[in-house]
């Protein structure tokens, strides 16, 4: 006999105090779509007719990345490693305000010491890693529905102005991180930068009260700058983080983000990151510092994106990492990017 939704998602909701934010979050949706459903109608019969018109379309993208990089540890001799990761992105829209992405991924990088950000574990064989649709329902309002997505589809915020994390966590690596499975959710665009996402995901294709996870955020985006709210309920776990950056015009850009996980076996984890970021004539710059694994331990990272064209781009990286041992973790890599 299966177990009703409600007594999945009751356990975990009923956990500490972090249930009014979920109500917050669902006052944000649906007190506002109740007030201004007049106007969502005529929108609605409007867009209706455009979409009588429209003639569904795909388009077709991939990158691909190659890594060649070495890296100098204690515990090791010093190598060079030489993988690969390609993506192939299938956009395709039915009606102009929708979106049907699939997304193939293929890569050799299981064993590589280097764990950048740019590799790829998924093997050889081209895999489905994301598969998922999303479309609007009015002009503020729209919602996600997939099969197979990652914590962070979905969610309307902007966290960072940092583009590349490569050697060190993501700044909402814990609050964002629900596996690779299916999800349905539901997110509100301001005209005033306001956001608010409201997400249901799990990590497993069976549905239950193991792997169910609940995340919401509150966000603002404005040109100069913006930042986030951001929580993860589920059976394992509890994250919360809060996450800013802010773009001045001739300098670089900053970027800051801090985030606490608490375990059920009662220890927390904490995650963080600082990052300047630069765009120049034909390349991006940028420096990060933060933790990198679940020991808290503090990675060091720069990068240069430099455009040698529109479709190849080069992207030297250093990165030192701290360890259990004496010495740090030394890296270097070259990789190139190919967009076809």
């Known amino acids: 006999m299966q177990t009703p939704l409600s007594l999945w998602i009751l356990p975990v909701i009923k956990k500490k105090n972090l249930s009014v934010f979920i109500f ?105 890693s994301t598969l998922l649709y999303r479309f609007q329902l009015d002009d503020e309002f729209e919602v996600i529905i997939g099969p197979k997505m990652f914590g962070y589809h979905g969610l309307a915020g902007k966290s960072t102005a940092y583009n590349e994390r490569i050697a060190i966590l993501d700044g909402s690596n814990f609050t964002t991180s629900s596996g690779i499975g299916p999800g349905i959710g539901i997110s509100n665009r301001k005209k005033n930068g306001l956001n608010a996402s409201f997400k249901i995901a799990s990590d497993s294709s069976q549905i239950d009260n193991e792997s169910i996870h609940f995340i919401n955020q509150i966000g603002l985006i404005k040109k100069t700058f913006g930042g986030t709210i951001t929580t993860n309920l589920n059976n394992d776990f509890e994250a919360y983080g809060i996450a800013t950056f802010y773009k001045p015009k001739n300098f670089p850009s900053i970027s800051a983000s801090i985030e606490y996980k608490d375990m059920d076996s009662g220890k ?7 990052a300047l970021q630069q765009g120049l004539q034909n390349k991006k710059i940028g420096i990060a510092v933060g933790t990198y694994n679940s020991e808290e331990k503090i990675g060091y990272e720069g990068w240069s994106e430099i455009n040698i064209s529109d479709k190849l781009k080069i992207i030297p990286v250093f990165f030192v990492r701290e360890t259990n041992q004496v010495s740090p973790e030394l890296g270097f890599s070259i990789n190139t990017k190919f967009s076809y």
Not at 64 to 73: D, I, N, P, R, Y
Not at 108 to 128: T, V
């Open 24 to 128: 917050f979050v669902f006052q944000f949706f649906f007190l506002d779509a109740y007030g201004s459903s007049k106007k969502v109608d005529e929108k609605i019969n409007l867009k209706d007719k455009l979409e009588k018109k429209y003639f569904p379309t795909t388009n077709v993208k991939g990158s691909l990345f190659f890594t060649l990089g070495a890296l100098s540890e204690s515990t090791s001799s010093e190598s060079l490693h030489f993988t690969y990761e390609n993506k192939i992105r299938l956009n395709t829209s039915f009606k102009g305000t929708d979106n049907l992405l699939t997304v193939f991924e293929s890569g050799n990088a299981l064993d590589s010491p280097l764990m950048l950000d740019l590799q790829s574990k998924k093997g050889d064989n081209l895999k489905i």
């Open 268 to 274: 927390t984890i904490k995650n963080w990151v600082f």
